[in-house]
């Protein structure tokens, strides 16, 4: 019996399996973490194609991206609750049945309603499974221990969000992209087997800690309608009665949950934490950061493929050596974070990957692969110096009693940017779509000697391959409003990446407060 074994129900695993155990837990636990995490990236290269299949515009097809991200914010709040409740084993082993039966919805999906609805139902899988891996280590793990393990299991997480878009490509590419949402099912199918025969049932027959589901009801409601009202926001119009009334609404349900969980004895999220300056600061800090990176691996795949032409399994590409970089980063920055001031290195890494994205700026159809992968990869290395410094300055200037809030609240608020950066980015990307579409447009008159040499020009192609006179100038017209529309897209995203630089660059402000006062 390992110390501190008993008092979880793991004893008699110890006692059948040795000291191997302790990685049979990892094992299992890594295996249904990469499987969700997969599924975060994996589908973003499908996008370009689920928008021809269904006839719809990037406003709605990011809510497939969205709606994953809340439903996991949300559902990660659940967990502790869950496991005292249910236990580990039936907690894990449901919420990859659940994930299982969401993949086969999405990949049978007649419309996308029903696929964004899948996309949240893997949301909430995701979001209940990803705690109970770090819990489970250091339950079976001594604390001398506990970095290794940990160590070997983030690396297979990080990774797995730089293969997913790969594979996704590739299916894609291959087979058509269904086959995105049946990559998952075989991993998930093995973790439930595992995670029967090495995760323990519930231990205490007693009744379960009460739960705060008032909270829970008004913080989804504030998610849903907020993220609601940004996505609406370019096609109802900013100001029209329908985005107001959601804004609103969304306001008043974060006024109700803040008040609320104040009331409260047991809270779903202990607002106490934000009492300490310094973990005010990092948590704003972890917003930023979560807004960033799922920000940014929507933006770049769409953006190869719907400017620059790119496959799925091309754009997939991309990605792969930002995600290696990620890996070997993210142990040395860990070690770095024992030795140097954790304020330094947060700041240093928001200021790289401020960087890689200002760079993006001038992106056009013309920018090379490989540029676009080593800036893409040049955010990679910011992100990983910046994320190991991040946790541990957060939860030490809190007391022990916050510490299990702490941890919770820095994983919630980091997945609360990742849904909301995602949906407001997409939101200014539409935007400036539209700014630089008049913009241009407005450029074309008959006074543009430039636009009248062109459509000379292009009449003249036309009419030399046979085509009517009469249809010449039209034609030239159409092929000149392609032109514009193109240009004016390109634009678009470059401002979208502009703006994710200057965010990261204004959080070097609060990265600057989480410094250790005398």
């Keep these: 019996m390992t110390p501190g074994s008993a008092d979880h129900g793991l004893a008699p695993y110890f006692e ?8 049979l837990v990892v094992t299992t636990t890594m295996m249904a973490t990469i499987t969700v995490v997969l599924s975060s990236t994996v589908v973003n290269v499908a996008f370009p194609d689920i928008m021809g299949v269904f006839g719809i515009g990037q406003d709605q097809v990011q809510w497939m991206s969205t709606g994953f991200l809340a439903a996991m914010t949300g559902s990660m709040l659940l967990n502790a609750w869950l496991n005292d409740a249910i236990g580990v084993r039936a ?75 790969v594979l996704g ?26 995670g029967w025969a090495f995760l323990p049932p519930r231990v205490h027959s007693g009744k379960a800690a009460r739960f705060d589901f008032v909270g829970l009801v008004l913080l989804t409601l504030f998610l849903a309608f907020s993220l609601s009202t940004v996505a609406s926001g370019q096609r109802e119009g900013w100001d029209s009665n329908f985005v107001l ?18 009331r409260i004895r047991e809270p779903l999220v ?67 974070a024992d030795r140097l001031p954790g304020y330094l290195l947060i700041a240093t890494g928001l200021f790289i990957f401020g960087l890689s994205n200002a760079l993006l700026y001038d992106v056009s159809v013309d920018t090379g692969f490989w540029r676009i992968a080593l800036l893409v990869t040049l955010g990679r290395i910011g992100l990983g110096v910046m994320m190991p410094a991040l946790n541990a300055g957060a939860l030490s200037v809190l007391p022990s009693e916050l510490l299990a809030q702490g941890t919770g609240t820095i994983n919630f608020v980091r997945q609360l940017g990742g849904a909301s950066g995602v949906s407001l980015l997409s939101a200014a990307v539409e935007i400036r779509l539209a700014f630089h579409a008049e913009a241009l447009a407005g450029t074309q008159t008959a006074g543009n000697g430039s636009t009248l040499e062109l459509l000379q020009r292009i009449g003249s192609l036309e009419g030399a391959l046979g085509v009517p006179a009469i249809q010449t100038l039209p034609g030239a017209m159409d092929y000149l409003a392609r032109v514009i529309a193109a240009q004016a897209q390109t634009l678009a995203f470059g401002d979208g990446f502009a703006l994710v630089g200057l965010v990261f660059w204004v959080g070097i402000l609060p990265a600057l407060w989480m410094r250790a006062r005398r």
């Design 91 to 165: 907690t894990f082993v449901g919420s990859l049945a659940l994930f299982t039966l969401a993949s086969l919805a999405g990949g049978l999906a007649p419309d996308e309603n029903v696929l964004i609805l899948a996309r949240v139902a893997q949301g909430i899988s995701a979001g209940i499974l990803q705690p109970l891996a770090m819990i489970m280590i250091f339950r079976v793990f001594p604390p001398g221990e506990r970095g290794r393990a940990m160590g070997i299991y983030g690396i297979g997480v990080v990774l797995a969000p730089a293969v997913g878009p």
């Design 245 to 262: 009334g959601m804004a609103c609404s969304g306001a008043v349900f974060l006024l109700a949950f803040i008040g609320w969980e104040l």
């Design 169 to 194: 490509g590739w299916l894609t590419d291959s087979y058509d992209w269904r086959w995105v949402f049946y990559m998952g099912l075989p991993s998930a199918v093995a973790g439930m087997l595992l």
């Design 270 to 336: 202990d607002l106490a934490v934000f009492r300490h300056l310094r973990y005010a600061a990092a948590a704003l800090v972890a917003l930023i950061f979560g807004a960033g990176i799922y920000g940014s691996s929507y933006l770049v795949p769409l953006f190869v493929q719907t400017v620059q032409g790119y496959t799925p399994t091309r754009a997939g590409e991309l990605l792969i050596p930002g995600g290696l970089v990620l890996g070997l980063v993210f142990p040395i920055a860990g070690r770095m």
């Design 16 to 23: 059948r399996h040795g000291p191997a155990y302790r990685w």
